[in-house]
């Protein structure tokens, strides 16, 4: 079965910490994203990656950064973690040419900033 | 820039019945994807359906079909026969395409229906 895994389930986090989420997918996928999920506003995209060490940002980048060091492995850095960045945030991979295929995620993580 | 709207929060049905999700879309892109991903509680994204703009012919997929209306923008989501692991979010997704992969597979999402399937 193909995977991308999440590294946290929930998070619990203060205000102004630096927080790290991390994502593997094992399946060489070149493309990999985080999504943020809100409730009314469904899934909106922070940052891409389609290569090693390439990003991009999405369409809401502000207050994130992300890095991919190595083609498996994608992580969200909220740099100081504020009460408006609580949220699901979910990671997801999928090769070149994905529009004949499809995108697989992550089982997201629920993140709460206090 | 592409936008996605499902207008409708939260939908039920009865089980064994047909129901029917909305979805329209926004875009001056002429090759496109559209996708049907569900989420259901334990938050895991399946992708339900997807359609190809250039393709006429609405996709099946065994309970599920779409009426996709190119010129209208519209793409809705039929559940034939629903059953109780139905139960879930449903999100509506659009995908520019791109020769050689340079649309890198971004998705811009609707904001949802709750679909709740009833015994």
């Known amino acids: 079965d193909v995977k991308v895994t999440q590294s946290s389930r929930y998070l619990v986090k203060r205000t102004g910490e630096k927080v790290f989420l991390e994502c593997v997918q094992d399946?060489?996928?070149?493309?990999m994203f985080w999504y943020r999920q809100d409730p009314g506003l469904g899934l909106r995209l922070i940052y891409f990656s389609y290569d090693v060490k390439m990003k991009e940002k999405g369409d809401i980048p502000e207050g994130y950064s992300v890095s991919r060091e190595k083609k498996e492995r994608f992580s969200l850095i909220l740099e100081s973690a504020s009460t408006n960045q609580t949220s699901m945030y979910l990671c997801?991979?999928?090769?070149?040419?994905?529009?004949?295929?499809?995108?697989?995620f992550g089982q997201g993580t629920r993140l709460t900033v206090v | 820039a592409q936008t996605v709207t499902q207008s409708q929060p939260e939908m039920s049905v009865q089980e064994a019945e047909t129901v029917t999700l909305s979805c329209t879309y926004d875009?001056?892109?002429?090759?496109?994807?559209l996708f049907w991903y569900k989420q259901p509680p334990s938050r895991q994204m399946i992708l339900v359906i997807r359609q190809e703009a250039y393709k006429q012919q609405n996709a099946t997929e065994n309970r599920f079909s779409v009426n996709f209306q190119k010129a209208a923008k519209s793409f809705s989501l039929k559940i034939s026969d629903s059953q109780l692991g139905d139960t879930a979010m449903y999100f509506c997704?659009?995908?520019?395409?791109?020769?050689?992969?340079?649309?890198?597979?971004?998705?811009?999402f609707g904001q949802g229906t709750i679909l709740t399937v009833h015994p």
């Open positions: 399946m060489d996928h070149e493309n």
């Open positions: 875009t001056s892109e002429n090759n496109y994807y």
């Open positions: 997704a659009f995908m520019k395409g791109g020769a050689g992969g340079t649309s890198y597979g971004k998705l811009t």
């Open positions: 997801a991979s999928s090769p070149l040419g994905a529009g004949d295929t499809e995108a697989f």
